[in-house]
């Protein structure tokens, strides 16, 4: 695979994946584009690292799916101040009404 020539085709994609996960609110439109383009960036990360491991393409792109990775699940958006009923680790499966 010719890396520069992939960075030329795809740049533009990973750069708006930048910009979206940098933002504060998302419209559901925009939620879904960085969802689109969340999973082809993991694509891309894979095919990168099959050729270079090690490389600063591959970090700089893996940097970049775990900002977005935070913006999608939201993580690191509670507080420290949240209450601990908020608080994911206590958070209980629902019961589903039947006995086991």
């Known amino acids: 695979m010719d890396i520069d020539a992939f960075v030329a085709v795809h740049q533009s994609e990973w750069d708006r994946l930048a910009v979206l996960s940098d933002q504060r609110r998302l419209s559901a439109a925009e939620a879904d584009e960085l969802l689109r383009l969340y999973e082809r960036t993991s694509t891309h990360l894979s095919m990168v690292q099959a ?7 591959a970090a700089g792109l893996s940097a970049r799916l775990g900002r977005a990775r935070t913006q999608l ?15 994911p680790s206590r958070c209980r499966p629902r019961s589903t009404g039947f006995a086991g």
Do not use: F, Q, R
Not at 51 to 57: A, D, K, N, R
Not at 73 to 87: F, L
């Open 73 to 87: 699940t939201g993580s690191g958006a509670m507080s420290s101040k949240a209450s601990p009923t908020s608080s």
């Open 51 to 57: 050729v270079e491991p090690g490389g600063s393409l």
